[in-house]
T-cell receptor, first 113, second 113 residues
Framework: SQQGEEDPQALSIQEGENATMNCSYK?????LQWYRQNSGRGLVHLIL?????REKHSGRLRVTLDTSKKSSSLLITASRAADTASYFC?????????????FGQGTILTVHP | NAGVTQTPKFRVLKTGQSMTLLCAQD?????MYWYRQDPGMGLRLIHY???????AKGEVPDGYNVSRLKKQNFLLGLESAAPSQTSVYFC????????????FGPGTRLLVL
């Protein structure tokens, strides 16, 4: 399966701390995307990183991609209570299997004020 | 722009009943998707469409049908609902490519008794 697997499943931190979530996948990818889902809401796109990129930043978010290890990480710096949400990685298969997004099961992040 | 909207927000069905979930987008996106989200399972693709008049099966298509008669609308039908179809359903769209960022609706919570 191409499905990404997030680690940890749940993360609890204090406001101001950094949060790191990891995603591993099994086969070659075209790109990897991170999404956030607030409780009871739809998913919101955070960052897309292509297979030829190693790192991307967006505000307090930093995403890295290591294609040799088939893994990605999402770092949220100086976390806020409003960052409390579920975070999903989603992969798009590359090569001859090029196609749609496949989502992992997500990491539940709780940021305590 | 409203983005991606879904109707209804919540519905309770009895086993064997039918219903249609409506998704609408005002971003002129070519691609539209239906996902279901179950606890611990992440999002799974049910059906998708790469343009008006087209539909294709995703990962879990059984028990569902779809139609894309207009570019802005994507309908998901349940002909004979089963308790296993109790889930939260999300519609999404992307501009012109399966691999691009997807924009999600707020979801429809369906309970089948």
């Amino acid at each position: 399966s191409q499905q990404g697997e997030e680690d940890p499943q749940a993360l609890s931190i204090q406001e101001g701390e950094n949060a790191t979530m990891n995603c591993s996948y099994k086969t070659s990818i075209n790109n990897l995307q991170w999404y956030r889902q607030n409780s009871g809401r739809g998913l919101v796109h955070l960052i897309l990183i292509r297979s030829n990129e190693r790192e991307k930043h967006s505000g307090r978010l930093r995403v890295t991609l290591d294609t040799s290890k088939k893994s990605s990480s999402l770092l949220i710096t100086a976390s806020r209570a409003a960052d409390t949400a579920s975070y999903f990685c989603a992969t798009v298969a590359g090569g001859t299997s090029y196609g749609k997004l496949t989502f992992g099961q997500g990491t539940i992040l709780t940021v305590h004020p | 722009n409203a983005g991606v909207t879904q109707t209804p927000k919540f519905r309770v069905l009895k086993t064997g009943q039918s219903m249609t979930l409506l998704c609408a987008q005002d971003m002129n996106h070519e691609y539209m998707y239906w996902y279901r989200q179950d606890p611990g399972m992440g999002l799974r693709l049910i059906h998708y469409s790469v343009g008006e008049g087209t539909t294709a099966k995703g990962e879990v298509p059984d028990g569902y049908n779809v139609s894309r008669l207009k570019k802005q609308n994507f309908l998901l039908g349940l002909e004979s609902a089963a308790p296993s179809q109790t889930s939260v359903y999300f519609c999404a769209s992307s501009y012109r490519n399966l691999a691009e960022t997807q924009y999600f609706g707020p979801g429809t919570r369906l309970l089948v008794l």
